[in-house]
Antibody, heavy 120, light 102 residues
Framework: QVQLVESGGGVVQPGGSLRLSCAASGFRFSDHGMHWVRQAPGKGLEWVAVIWYDGNNKYYADSVKGRFTISRDNVNSRLYLEMNSLRVDDTALYYC?????????????WGQGTLVTVPS | SYVLTQAPSVSVAPRQTATITCGGDDIGRKSVHWYQQKPGQAPMVVVYDDTARPSGIPERFSGSNSGNTAILTISRVEAGDEADYYCQVQEVFGGGTKLTVL
């Protein structure tokens, strides 16, 4: 069955960096776009970034543009989010989510998330 | 950037009908997706492309979309439907609506 398992979260000081990973299994990873979506404690969902099936198209929320980089390894079925210049308001649970199709759109499977904390 | 507006909360008695709205400029021309999120769990899609239901989602969940408002309707509400509901258009999420079953 489809599984998405995020890792790499933790506590990082403002201005620091972190790399999140999402291990995918149970489906052909290279056939799907992938999202990163975050949720601050007690808040709603915020889309972060999307990468198309082949990695050639990437889009970012304005709030992370220039600081975060999404990438993927289709050989090893992994999705990544490189986060630099982290800020207090980047504190959130970060989900990876599979796009129903090859590019972008609604997400049909979600991981359980990995928590990133940037203390003030 | 595109903005989606949801009421923060909706309350409904069991077996009644819940209506959750998502407002956006000319949203009727866009595809809207709806997610349910229960406490401590990841979101799960309940309606996609305005009206379609994934397998396993009860027929009690239905969607519509026209003009400046998309609607998620939950008929015959059950206690287990209590959750946060989010609409999505492209890469934008609404602020979420907390559904309380009285």
């Amino acid at each position: 069955q489809v599984q998405l398992v995020e890792s790499g979260g933790g506590v990082v000081q403002p201005g620091g960096s972190l790399r999140l990973s999402c291990a995918a299994s149970g489906f052909r990873f290279s056939d799907h776009g992938m999202h990163w979506v975050r949720q601050a404690p007690g808040k709603g969902l915020e889309w972060v970034a999307v990468i198309w099936y082949d990695g050639n198209n990437k889009y970012y929320a304005d709030s992370v543009k220039g600081r975060f980089t999404i990438s993927r390894d289709n050989v090893n079925s992994r999705l990544y989010l490189e986060m630099n210049s982290l800020r207090v308001d980047d504190t959130a649970l970060y989900y990876c989510a599979r796009v129903r199709g090859i590019s972008t759109g609604w997400a049909d499977y979600w991981g359980q998330g990995t928590l990133v904390t940037v203390p003030s | 950037s595109y903005v989606l507006t949801q009421a923060p909360s909706v309350s409904v008695a069991p077996r009644q009908t819940a209506t959750i709205t998502c407002g956006g400029d000319d949203i009727g021309r866009k595809s809207v997706h709806w997610y349910q999120q229960k406490p401590g769990q990841a979101p799960m899609v309940v309606v996609y492309d305005d009206t379609a239901r994934p397998s396993g989602i009860p027929e009690r969940f239905s969607g519509s979309n026209s003009g400046n408002t998309a609607i998620l309707t939950i008929s015959r509400v059950e206690a287990g439907d209590e959750a946060d509901y989010y609409c999505q258009v492209q890469e934008v999420f609404g602020g979420g609506t907390k559904l309380t079953v009285l």
